[in-house]
Every structure is written in structure tokens, then in C-alpha cells.
């Protein structure tokens, strides 16, 4: 009897392990299924970086036109850095200084070229159009730019990307703070491989678009297609970046329909630029219209607007650049800060290049710098009184065109 009570229990007790054996069997497979299952997908979540501003601005619109020196648009605007009204520069290199400054009402410009800036202001040149480079305009011919800047803030020490007045280069900046040494607007390179702008939105989840006119690219005679941001390797065959590069009128309809990204490129369409000879009014309404409806719009309370000229396109300019590299930066552009927290009517003295408006908004979202350019740049929370509510917006008229 008791040999058989054993046998019973040996039984017993090898019967409950074994069905223990086979409980943990199926509860290890179900577990391995299921990371299996989601292995691909928790590191993404976990990896996903979330950038936050810590400031009242949560977006930056920059308006970027065209080829115009700080001098030739507010170099006698009060207070600000402006000409010696008495200065004559040389008709030929060599020659006795005989060529002045002189005010001009035609808003239709002529084209320059940069050689009449960097051959000791040649100006008799016949590729310097003459007494073009020393002309210059006042508030009566850019009334809407002088109201921002009456209202807003000036930079007054904004300086261009590259010595050379090329606009390829010079966006190239305004994308990834380099242009790899690419100084012209032909095709040099195939493609450029530097981090961008974009790289960081991607890593931080921020928000962004190009809102770019369709003629833009007959400014540059750059082939037909061109895109600054797809010229990128990284980005050329990604299509949700394709995706976020949407024409110029875009962007009403974004404001409208409160889709608005946080950081906003908007290039005109080439008669809107201001580029040479383009009517500069033109270009001061494109910038007033959009202007209008941010100020119109939930986003007033949040958005800087940054008003820049991509290089001072062979105009002249009294201040000579504090060079930093080999490329740049070059001579003094026009530069607005306008937002319901820009300190009023200020004259920003702060030493600034167009790489600046990237470190902003670096520093908006606690962004690393892409290079030593960027870097490097002083951020322009000099403009802004955060400290004083947000001020209420300027909606301005549109200016008549002269034809």
C-alpha cells in the first residue's frame, strides 16, 4: 500500500510540472510574439524628440527678398546707421572721387552688377549701369517699410551670407548656414550633402513649409525645376519634403485654415522680388499682403515675422562687413523684425548675418546648430521685449504702382 501511495504522488507531483512546464512554454511564446510583434515600432516612439519653445514665439515666417544694400533702402532713415550724404566715389578706379549719392522716385530699378561694388566702386563700368549703384530711396518711394520700421524693429547691422551677389548662395545659407563654397547661380555641384534645417525639423517634430513663386527661379537663370531645399542629397527624393514645398499663395490659405507651420520660407514670384528691375513697390505690397493676414489672424499673438533681402545686389553700402570666413558674410542688407512682441520703433545695432534668423529660431526651440556659421551668429532676442504684453497689429494699405 505504501509503495502504491508513492507511485500515486510521484505521479501527482510529476503530472502538476509538467502542466507547469507547459504553462510557462505558452506564456514565453506569447511574450516573444508580441515584442517581436513591436520591436520596429517602440524605438520610434521612444527615439522621437519633441521640440518646445520656451518663449511666447512659436513660429517664424521669413519673407526673403531681393537684392537691395541697407543704404539704398534706409540709409536716411533717423537714428539708424545711415551714409555721409557727401560721399563720392571714384567714376573709374584711379580716378579723383566724383560720383555722389543721389535720391531717386523711379521704383523701377535697373540691374546691377557686383563689380561695381567690389572694383573700388567702379561705377563708369558699363556693367555698373552708370550712377545706378549710388542711388537710393526714401520713405516716400517705400512708405510701408519705413512704417514698420517706425513700428517695429530695423536691423541696421544685417549682414548679407556671401561677398558675392549671387542668390543661390545666398539661400543655400538660409537653409543649412552654408553653401559648401557654391558662389554663383550656375549649376556647380550636382547636389549638396550638409544637415539642414529640414534634418532638425524631421529630428525635433517641428512643423515647416516653402512657400516659393513659380517664376522665382528666372532670377537665377538656374534650370527649370531648380529647388534650394531638394538640391540637398538627403532631400531630393523624399517626398514628404516634396510635399512641404507648395507655391507662394499657399499660405493664405494656410493662415485661413489655421495650418500655419511653425517655421514658414516664403521666396515671391520673380515681379514681387525687388530684384533689379523689378518695381520695388510691388514687392513692398506681395510683403504687406502677407504681413496683413498674419496680423489678421489667431497666429499675430505668436509669430515673428522677419522681413530680409538676400544680398545688397551690387548697391552701395558705407559699412564694410566684419568677415568671419572665407565666404562671408557680405555688405549690409534691409532687415525687419515685426511681432506683437518686437520692442517699438527700435534700431537694432546688434551685429546680425542671415544666418541669424536660423540661430532665432534655434534658440526659440533649444535647436543645435547646423555650422559654425549659425553657430556662431547672434541670435536677435535683442529685438524682442518679452517682458510687455503682446502689442496690437499694424494693418497698413497696399501703395499704388507706378506703371
Known amino acids: 500500500m505504501k509503495k502504491q501511495k508513492n507511485m500515486v504522488d510521484f505521479l501527482m507531483r510529476k503530472s502538476f510540472l509538467l502542466f507547469a512546464l507547459l504553462i510557462l512554454i505558452v506564456t514565453l511564446s506569447l511574450t516573444i510574439k508580441t515584442f517581436v510583434r513591436h520591436k520596429t515600432k517602440v524605438p520610434i516612439v521612444l527615439d522621437q524628440k519633441k521640440a518646445v519653445s520656451s518663449y511666447p514665439i512659436k513660429r517664424v515666417v521669413l519673407i526673403v527678398q531681393e537684392n537691395h544694400s541697407f543704404d539704398s533702402y534706409f540709409g536716411t532713415y533717423p537714428g539708424a546707421d545711415g551714409f555721409d550724404p557727401n560721399t563720392l566715389l571714384p567714376r573709374l578706379p584711379g580716378e579723383k572721387p566724383s560720383i555722389g549719392l543721389r535720391r531717386t522716385q523711379n521704383t523701377k530699378t535697373p540691374s546691377l552688377r557686383e563689380r561695381a561694388y567690389h572694383k573700388d566702386f567702379d561705377t563708369g563700368r558699363e556693367d555698373a549701369n552708370g550712377m545706378v549703384v549710388m542711388q537710393y530711396f526714401e520713405e516716400k518711394e517705400i512708405p510701408n517699410y519705413w512704417a514698420y520700421a517706425k513700428n517695429f524693429v530695423l536691423l541696421d547691422r544685417l549682414f548679407s551670407a556671401v561677398r558675392v551677389r549671387y542668390s543661390v548662395p545666398s539661400h543655400f545659407y538660409l537653409i543649412a548656414a552654408t553653401a559648401e563654397g557654391w558662389m554663383t547661380n550656375r549649376m556647380e555641384k550636382p547636389y549638396l550633402a550638409s544637415k539642414t534645417m529640414i534634418d532638425l525639423f524631421k529630428e525635433y517634430s517641428i512643423s515647416w513649409k516653402l512657400y516659393s513663386g513659380e517664376t522665382f527661379n528666372n532670377l537665377t537663370n538656374v534650370p527649370n525645376g531648380f529647388n534650394y531645399i531638394l538640391t540637398f542629397k538627403q532631400h531630393k527624393n523624399d517626398k514628404k519634403v516634396i510635399s512641404n514645398i507648395v507655391h507662394r499663395d499657399k499660405i493664405f490659405k494656410d493662415i485661413k485654415n489655421g495650418t500655419l507651420p511653425q517655421f514658414s ?101 533649444n535647436l543645435p546648430s547646423l555650422t559654425e556659421r549659425d553657430g556662431k551668429s547672434a541670435n536677435m532676442l535683442n529685438a524682442f521685449d518679452f517682458k510687455s504684453g503682446p502689442r496690437d497689429p499694424l494693418i497698413l494699405p497696399l501703395i499704388p504702382v507706378e506703371k
Open 265 to 365: 520660407w516664403i521666396f515671391p514670384e520673380a515681379e514681387e522680388s525687388e530684384h533689379p528691375p523689378q518695381n520695388v513697390r510691388k514687392g513692398m505690397n506681395h510683403v504687406t499682403e502677407v504681413i496683413n493676414e498674419i496680423m489678421k489672424s489667431k497666429y499675430w499673438k505668436d509669430t515673428a515675422i522677419i522681413v530680409i533681402w538676400d544680398d545688397f545686389g551690387g548697391y552701395f553700402d558705407h559699412v564694410k562687413p566684419e568677415i568671419t570666413d572665407q565666404f562671408g558674410p557680405g555688405p549690409r542688407v534691409p532687415g525687419l523684425v515685426i511681432s506683437a512682441y518686437s520692442k517699438k520703433g527700435y534700431i537694432d545695432h546688434t551685429t546680425y548675418n542671415t544666418s541669424s534668423v536660423l540661430k532665432f529660431f534655434q534658440t526659440l526651440y
